[in-house]
């Protein structure tokens, strides 16, 4: 942070790039005084936005690629297939200076795959937290692009439905894994107890480390993530609520000053006997950050207020052919 330097040898990563760009953009409309602080705000957010160079990091293909590192270039994979990235593809559509053309959209929007799991047909992602992090800034209630329009739904619906596939993924259990019920769910993205293998009553079972966790394909070795559970609390409510007071009452947020860990594993024991649930010694800022915003979208909206009247957001959104709701009445 104080200098600017790489750390070790990480990417010069697009969807971080993109996480960066939301922030700044949120600070540049919120702080939208005339004091010479908040003229200052917004005179660097935007430079720095316009900036960042969106047909570059597609690598001469359509869609965006994941990053580009000095010693090989860009890295193989691409941002295709619904995901987190919606947002990135948004901001990338509203830049003035360098936007990604409509067509990459398209071709983003191409790699959907739709499936109907539990009786829901949904968007499929399988971790949660891919169906929550465009909507830590964008309010997609009631708007739609062409995909959704020809679905009926909207983005938003699709996460309460992502939501509740979670928790109904957990009462059916199909890996027998302990705690899951309709109050202890949460399968994300996540660092786990592995790698190891164990065997727990009678059963060999496999851990993992860090993994894209998900539902219903897996991977799952029984790791529950509190912060995807408390980051869908704008999506079902009536779900998380009671999943969230279940984690209180494992005591997850004790002498944690940040609340809850990271993750837990009650099939991974821990303590005399393993009686305990293995719990994550770790936060993570980029778990800790939605929680923070989707409970104040609950709670006031303010997030997405604040979105819909930022340019950049707008004109992404327009350019990507979403049409209704909110949109209809902006002044931009």
């Known amino acids: 942070m ?50 960042v160079d969106w047909n570059w990091a597609r690598n001469r293909g359509l869609t965006v690629t994941h990053g580009w590192k000095p010693e090989n270039g860009f890295l193989p994979n691409r941002w295709q297939g619904y995901n987190e990235a919606l947002f990135l593809y948004i901001l990338g559509l509203g830049s003035s200076t360098h936007p990604l053309p409509a067509k990459s959209y398209q071709e983003w929007v191409s790699t959907y795959k739709w499936r109907e799991i539990y009786g829901r047909k949904f968007l499929y992602s399988g971790p949660l937290f891919t169906h929550q992090i465009s909507h830590l800034w964008i309010d997609f209630r009631e708007i739609q692009d062409a995909p959704m329009r020809r679905r009926k739904i909207d983005y938003f619906e699709n996460s309460r439905r992502a939501t509740l596939i979670q928790r109904e993924y957990a009462i059916h259990n199909p890996g027998q894994f302990d705690g899951y019920g309709a109050r202890c769910w949460g399968i994300t993205a996540s660092e786990g107890p592995g790698p190891c293998r164990r065997k727990i009553r009678g059963r060999e079972r496999e851990f993992f480390g860090y993994k894209a966790r998900g539902v219903p394909d897996g991977p799952d070795d029984g790791s529950l993530s509190p912060w995807a559970v408390a980051a869908s609390l704008p999506f079902a409510p009536e779900a998380v609520l009671p999943a969230l007071r279940h984690f209180m009452k494992l005591k997850l947020h004790v002498k944690n000053a940040y609340g809850f860990k990271a993750t837990f594993n009650p099939t991974f024991g821990e303590g005399a006997n393993c009686s305990r649930p293995w719990v994550s010694p770790f936060h993570y800022g980029l778990n ?5 915003l989707m409970i104040e979208n609950y709670r006031s909206g303010l997030l997405w207020r604040i979105m819909r009247v930022c340019p950049q957001f707008v004109a992404g959104l327009r350019r990507a052919g979403f049409r209704g709701g909110w949109l209809e009445s902006s002044p931009l």
């Open 288 to 292: 800790q950050g939605p929680i923070v």
């Open 2 to 51: 104080a200098t600017g330097k790489r750390v070790r040898k990480c990417e010069l990563s697009t969807i971080d790039t993109a996480f960066l760009l939301a922030g700044m953009l949120t600070a540049t409309t919120y702080f939208s005084g005339a004091t010479s602080d908040e003229r200052e705000i917004g005179r660097l957010g935007e430079e720095l936005y316009e900036r």
